[in-house]
């Protein structure tokens, strides 16, 4: 089970996922910026933030630290999502984007992780299914068909995510291995300009929601998936992250003053609701698997 300490870092990165949606919609629904400098600025700004969070915590030598730490495959699958994110977002809508994007990360990630020889309880398959379908309850209704440019780039995007959550779960250094994979992946995404050079748009507003999104909901957001993800299974940071989109959709009625409906309370109670059937369900195999072994 989960203790306390990791309930509340976990709880604290979800918000941040959620916080980066709103930020995304923000910058990209009123075209304050173009796609790929919101990538850039984002990434860019995010290694900055990881980069000084590593300097205060290891004060001497700080720099090897993160040098060695991290990966290229990790930052590979760091930039493949955050380029196809944004690009998404500029032919979807909001609802067709968090499905898309949801929905591939959950289906990477549990089919990873059933290969890898984790199996479902009953009791664990219901609240998934419970879960999905508070998620569905809450996005189908408001689908449109998406683009097939769109649909393509957001299921790379969610692919990514997933096997980047994944390619985290081993990680002995959080935080210096998310400012690696930063640093890493910050100069690839100033080559999304080469194609786009003539519309590049950068407005004030734009460029400080992009920061905000790297530095702060990306950036320290990632830190702290890093450092619960050890204490997941694959199954268990699947589910959870499919509350995002019920807290992005929160944080949308707060700051961007969109309605918060009965349709929105009753599809979060079912998700959070499946979420927490699921992980009933995985706290009880442990003491079942020892029950078996005596």
């Not at 683009?147 to 957001?154: A, E």
């Not at 995002?244 to 961007?256: F, H, K, N, T, Y």
Request: proline fraction near 3%; include cysteine.
């Amino acid at each position: 089970m989960l203790t306390p300490q990791h309930a509340s870092l976990t709880l604290l990165a979800l918000l941040a996922f959620a916080a980066n949606s709103v930020l995304c919609r923000l910058a990209l629904g009123t075209l304050s910026i173009d796609a790929a400098s919101f990538t850039a600025v984002r990434l860019v700004s995010g290694a900055i933030t990881l980069l000084v969070l590593v300097a205060l915590r290891q004060r001497s030598g700080s720099a090897q630290h993160w040098i060695s730490a991290g990966s290229w495959r990790g930052a590979a699958y760091l930039w493949l999502y955050a380029a196809s994110f944004s690009f998404a977002y500029v032919q979807l809508d909001t609802a067709t984007g968090a499905l898309l994007l949801f929905g591939t990360v959950q289906l990477t990630m549990i089919i990873t992780s059933l290969l890898r020889g984790e199996r479902l309880t009953g009791l664990e398959w219901l609240g998934l299914w419970i879960a999905v379908g508070g998620f569905l309850y809450l996005i189908v209704p408001g689908l449109t068909a998406p683009t097939r440019l769109g649909f393509m780039l957001m299921v790379i995007s969610g692919i990514a995510w997933g096997f980047y959550t994944l390619n985290g779960r081993g990680s002995s250094r959080p935080l210096a291995d998310t400012a690696g994979n930063f640093v890493r992946a910050a100069p690839f995404a100033l080559l999304l300009y080469l194609p786009f050079t003539d519309s590049i748009l950068i407005s004030s507003n734009g460029f400080w929601l992009a920061v905000a999104s790297g530095a702060l909901a990306s950036g320290i957001g990632y830190a702290l998936w890093y450092t619960v993800l050890p204490a997941l299974s694959g199954i268990q940071a699947s589910v959870m992250q499919l509350s995002v989109p019920i807290l992005a959709a929160i944080g949308g009625a707060v700051i961007v003053r969109e309605l918060l409906t009965t349709h929105l309370l009753v599809a979060t109670l079912l998700l959070l609701g499946g979420i927490g059937v699921f992980l009933a369900g995985r706290a009880k195999q442990p003491a079942r698997k020892r029950a078996s072994n005596g």
